[in-house]
C-alpha cells in the first residue's frame, strides 16, 4: 500500500450509487475507502447532500427493503473511513451548477488528488474551452475529475508502481 495514498473526493452520485448498486463501479471505488487504499475527503455540506439525496422519496420507493436507517448507518461508516474538513471556504464558483461547488471547494481545501464523478458539468471542468473550465485547471492544477472507472484503472496502476518499488 502507497505510503502517499491517493486523495480524493467522491461526488453525491457516487456514493448513494455505491449504495443501492453494491456490485457496481461506483461500490469499487468507495471498497477503496473501506480497504484504506485511498483517502476519502468530506465536509458537513458534502455529507448532508448525500443523506438528502439518498432519503428521497423516489429512491426509497424505487428499493423498497431500504430504509432511512440503513442509509444513516452507511454514511456514518463512510465517515468514520474519511478525513472530515470542518471549515471548507469557497474558493471556486462554478455558476453552470451551484450543487457541484462544495465537492470543488472540498478537494481544494484537501489537496485531493481526484474528484471523482458522472456529472458532466464536473467532468467537461477538464476538457472545456470556456473560462470556467480554464480557470479551474489553472487554480486548481494538479487536480483531475475523473470518471469512476478511470479512478479504479489509476489507483490500481499506483498500487502496482508502488509494489514495485517496495524493498
Known amino acids: ?14 456514493i448513494w ?8 463501479v461506483s461500490a469499487k471505488c468507495k471498497k477503496l475507502v473501506d480497504d484504506e487504499v485511498i483517502t476519502l475527503f468530506l465536509s458537513a ?19 423498497e427493503t431500504v430504509t432511512e436507517t440503513m442509509i444513516e448507518k452507511y454514511l456514518e461508516q ?7 474538513i470542518r471549515s471548507v471556504p469557497k474558493k471556486f464558483t462554478l455558476s453552470r451548477d451551484q450543487d457541484d461547488e462544495p465537492y470543488i471547494n ?17 467532468l467537461d471542468l477538464m476538457t472545456g474551452f ?5 480557470e479551474f485547471r489553472q487554480k486548481t492544477r494538479p487536480l483531475k475529475v475523473v470518471e469512476p472507472l478511470e479512478f479504479l484503472k489509476i489507483v490500481d496502476e499506483q498500487t502496482k508502481k508502488d509494489l514495485s518499488v517496495k524493498p
Do not use: H, W
Request: proline content about 3%; charged content about 35%; glycine content about 2%.
Open 106 to 122: 472540498l478537494a481544494i481545501e484537501s489537496e485531493a488528488d481526484y474528484i471523482v464523478t458522472r456529472d458532466n458539468d464536473l
Open 130 to 134: 470556456d473560462v470556467e473550465s480554464k
Open 1 to 14: 500500500m502507497s505510503q502517499n495514498k491517493i486523495k480524493s473526493v467522491f461526488d453525491c452520485n457516487i
Open 78 to 84: 463512510l465517515a468514520k473511513k474519511s478525513v472530515f
Open 45 to 63: 455540506e458534502v455529507l448532508e447532500e448525500m443523506r438528502e439525496v439518498m432519503t428521497r422519496p423516489e429512491f426509497l420507493a424505487k428499493f
Open 17 to 24: 450509487q455505491s449504495f443501492f448498486f453494491p456490485k457496481g
